[in-house]
T-cell receptor, first 114, second 115 residues
Framework: KAGVTQTPRYLIKTRGQQVTLSCSPI?????VSWYQQTPGQGLQFLFE???????NKGNFPGRFSGRQFSNSRSEMNVSTLELGDSALYLC?????????????FGPGTRLTVL | AQTVTQSQPEMSVQEAETVTLSCTYD???????LFWYKQPPSRQMILVIR??????QNATENRFSVNFQKAAKSFSLKISDSQLGDTAMYFC????????????FGEGTQLTVNP
């Protein structure tokens, strides 16, 4: 099976812009979670989607949003970018939502905000 | 809220030797799951090993094994016969039964295997 894929791999944006990141889960996986990784804050949970519904949300401002499509692919959007949004954004998929399934991660999208 | 602590920011080991990475956690849940992930320079997060809290037997995966002490809330990772390819950042992670699929990660331990 192909692994989790994320596009694009690298992005450079300027403050105030918005950005959309994409994640395709492992075939058959229906749950997609997003994490932000920064040197200062480490790995932090953003949100989880299952069956096109947000099931769980971390402590991030409303500028961070996401959605999931019927084929389980997910996108996350960050509006009004700030310098502090520079990070590696990781997507993970698992078969079910709300279940203790192992999460499998994609290679990440490196976002740089100038 | 759950917390995960890795008290060793950096460690190094000689090739073929054994090294143990430490992890402690805090939770009020009785049933949960613990993981070790590695993140090499490529930044791809790779599952190393998984432990269910209700299982008393420590998990093993080839050269990787854990020492799970539920009462002490400790979950250490032992790497035997270390290889150069084991050089990576290692993260301990917690998933509670009531937290859905959310993983709570520790700060990470940078492991360097020296030839």
């Amino acid at each position: 099976k192909a692994g989790v894929t994320q596009t694009p791999r690298y992005l450079i944006k300027t403050r105030g812009q918005q950005v959309t990141l994409s994640c395709s889960p492992i075939s058959g996986h229906r749950s997609v979670s997003w994490y932000q990784q920064t040197p200062g804050q480490g790995l932090q949970f953003l949100f989880e989607y299952f069956s096109e519904t947000q099931r769980n949300k971390g402590n991030f401002p409303g500028r961070f949003s996401g959605r999931q499509f019927s084929n389980s692919r997910s996108e996350m959007n960050v509006s009004t970018l700030e310098l502090g949004d520079s990070a590696l954004y990781l997507c993970a998929s698992s078969p079910r939502a709300g279940a203790p399934d192992t999460q499998y991660f994609g290679p990440g999208t490196r976002l740089t905000v100038l | 809220a759950q917390t995960v602590t890795q008290s060793q920011p950096e460690m190094s080991v000689q090739e073929a030797e054994t090294v143990t990475l430490s992890c402690t956690y805090d939770t009020s849940e009785n049933n949960y799951y613990l993981f070790w992930y590695k993140q090499p320079p490529s930044r791809q997060m790779i599952l190393v090993i998984r432990q269910e809290a209700y299982k008393q037997q420590n998990a093993t995966e080839n050269r990787f094994s854990v020492n799970f002490q539920k009462a002490a809330k400790s979950f250490s990772l032992k790497i035997s016969d270390s290889q150069l390819g084991d050089t990576a950042m290692y993260f301990c992670a917690f998933m509670g039964e009531t937290s859905g699929s959310r993983l709570t990660f520790g700060e990470g331990t940078q492991l360097t295997v020296n030839p």
